[in-house]
């Protein structure tokens, strides 16, 4: 079993930046990738960025490229997201994945609000 807990998040003002953390622990693993989404109230969970833990290659959706930042710290099994600029529709509950074998993000965290004032 995998555990995913997240942390950092919080409000700020537009134009601020946040630091998202996600640190998986459990059996001894190496993951195929690990990925933010988010979901905005009344709205579907969508995809953020991903990072592919063996090269770091990095994946990001069109409305935060530029501004967002996945980063990976394998000593630690853990994956950040610096969010810079931030605007008000970047406000959402943002929650980390972790795909272990490239078939899919199985293991979720409970999610961390991010809150963006205008």
């Known amino acids: 079993q995998v555990q995913v807990v997240e942390s950092g998040g919080g409000l700020v003002q537009a134009g601020g930046s946040l630091r998202l953390s996600c640190a998986a622990s459990?059996?001894?693993?190496?993951?195929?990738?690990m990925a933010w989404f988010r979901q905005a109230p009344g709205k579907e969970r969508e995809f953020a960025a991903a990072?592919?833990?063996?090269?770091?290659?990095?994946y990001y959706r069109d409305s935060v490229k530029g501004r967002f930042t996945i980063s990976r710290d394998t000593a630690k099994n853990t994956v950040y997201l610096q969010m810079n600029s931030l605007k008000p529709e970047d406000t959402a509950v943002y929650f980390c994945a972790v795909d272990l074998q490239g078939i899919g993000y199985k293991y979720w965290g409970q999610g961390t609000q991010v809150t963006v004032s205008s």
């Open positions: 459990g059996r001894t693993y190496s993951p195929y990738a």
């Open positions: 990072i592919i833990w063996s090269g770091g290659t990095t």
